[in-house]
């Protein structure tokens, strides 16, 4: 499967984003996404993910309340909602997806096999 990530862009601390995540593929909906967040000098680190099929989310303790993560399985996309972002928020977003996470893995991006190119996310105070 392909990833793209899109839906980047610069926002006033406050503010909101949508970012997607376009995947290639017939089989999709048997995929669990999630997004990632790398900024300068920092390690990659989770932030949101969704299950294949049944649609559990998960999200990091940092953006719970604010984000909210979504999947169209007909368009085949993932969704990221993001309110009230902070400049912490600022980083590049990626995209990743399994067919073969468990649930105790989902936070954990070296068990993700195919990544998006990610999406630079600026926020100004």
């Known amino acids: 499967v392909q990833l793209q990530a899109y839906g980047g862009g610069l926002v006033q601390a406050g503010g909101s984003l949508r970012l997607s995540c376009a995947a290639s593929?017939?089989?999709?909906?048997?995929?669990?996404v999630g997004w990632f967040r790398q900024a300068p000098g920092k390690e990659r680190d989770f932030v949101a993910a969704i299950k294949a099929n049944g649609g559990y989310t998960y999200y990091a303790d940092s953006v719970k309340g604010r984000f909210t993560i979504s999947r169209d399985n007909v368009k085949n996309t993932v969704n990221l909602q993001m309110n009230s972002l902070k400049p912490d928020d600022t980083a590049v977003y990626y995209c990743a997806a399994s067919n073969r996470l468990i649930t105790s893995s989902i936070r954990r991006s070296d068990r993700y096999h195919y990544w998006g190119q990610g999406t630079q996310v600026t926020v100004s105070s």
């Open positions: 593929g017939r089989t999709f909906s048997s995929y669990s």
